[in-house]
T-cell receptor, first 113, second 114 residues
Framework: GEDVEQSLFLSVREGDSSVINCTYT??????LYWYKQEPGAGLQLLTY???NMDMKQDQRLTVLLNKKDKHLSLRIADTQTGDSAIYFC?????????????WGLGTSLAVNP | ETGVTQTPRHLVMGMTNKKSLKCEQH?????MYWYKQSAKKPLELMFV???????ENNSVPSRFSPECPNSSHLFLHLHTLQPEDSALYLC?????????????FGPGTRLTVT
C-alpha cells in the first residue's frame, strides 16, 4: 500500500536553516502537504504543492519536490524557537478514494538557542 | 485559530462510561473527519462525512459511534472503551472540490481511558 516516510527527529540552531525530508511511494500522488503540530494543538496546514510543480516558496518556507525520486522536502530559513514542533508530510491523489491523505509519522524539530 | 473547535479538550473516562466528543467547524466546509493520533503511529483516519453522509469507516470498532447532524457539527460517541483507546482525537474539515482538499484541524481532545 501507499507509504510516507520521514526521519523522526531534527535538531538545529536558532538562525540556521532546517531541512525536513519525506519520501513517498504512491506514484499517482497529486498533492503533497506539510502540516505543523505544536505541543497540545491540532495540525496546521503550512503549505502544499501540486505534483506538476517542483518548487514552491512562501516567505521562510521552501518546498522542493523531486517526483522522479518521490522525494519532498521542506526548508525553513532562519529557523526560530517558535518553529519547534512536529512536521508531518502527507500525500493524496486527485479523486475518489485517492483524496484520502496518507501521513508520515512526523519529524520532531528542536530549535536550540 | 483554524475555525474548527473541539470540546472537551481533555477527557478521562472509565471503561464503563459513555461520553461524547464534539466538533464544530465555522468554515462552511462540507466534509468532516475524525482521526486518532497515537504515539509512534501514523495519523489514523476513522470516519469521513461528506454532506452529512458517512463515506468512510476504516474498520473502527463499534464502541466508537459517529454522528453528523449537519455539515457544521460532528460527534463521536464513546462507550465501553479500552485503555488502548487512549489517544488524541482530532477533528478536521475540508471543502469538497477545493484545491488539494486541504484539511483544517481542530486542537483535539486528549482522551484517557482508565
Amino acid at each position: 500500500g501507499e507509504d510516507v516516510e520521514q526521519s523522526l527527529f531534527l535538531s538545529v540552531r536558532e538562525g540556521d536553516s532546517s531541512v525536513i525530508n519525506c519520501t513517498y511511494t504512491d506514484s499517482s500522488s497529486t498533492y503533497l502537504y506539510w502540516y505543523k503540530q505544536e505541543p497540545g494543538a491540532g495540525l496546521q496546514l503550512l503549505t502544499y504543492i501540486f505534483s506538476n510543480m517542483d518548487m514552491k516558496q512562501d516567505q521562510r518556507l521552501t518546498v522542493l519536490l523531486n517526483k522522479k525520486d518521490k522525494h519532498l522536502s521542506l526548508r525553513i530559513a532562519d529557523t526560530q524557537t517558535g518553529d519547534s514542533a512536529i512536521y508531518f508530510c502527507a500525500e493524496s491523489g486527485n479523486a475518489g478514494n485517492n483524496r484520502k491523505l496518507i501521513w508520515g509519522l512526523g519529524t520532531s524539530l528542536a530549535v536550540n538557542p | 485559530e483554524t475555525g474548527v473547535t473541539q470540546t472537551p479538550r481533555h477527557l478521562v473516562m472509565g471503561m464503563t462510561n459513555k461520553k461524547s466528543l464534539k466538533c464544530e467547524q465555522h468554515l462552511g466546509h462540507n466534509a468532516m473527519y475524525w482521526y486518532k493520533q497515537s504515539a509512534k503511529k501514523p495519523l489514523e483516519l476513522m470516519f469521513v462525512y461528506n454532506f452529512k453522509e458517512q463515506t468512510e469507516n476504516n474498520s473502527v470498532p463499534s464502541r466508537f459511534s459517529p454522528e453528523c447532524p449537519n455539515s457544521s457539527h460532528l460527534f463521536l460517541h464513546l462507550h465501553t472503551l479500552q485503555p488502548e483507546d487512549s489517544a488524541l482525537y482530532l477533528c478536521a474539515s475540508s471543502q469538497e472540490g477545493g484545491p488539494g482538499y486541504e484539511q483544517y484541524f481542530g486542537p483535539g481532545t486528549r482522551l484517557t481511558v482508565t
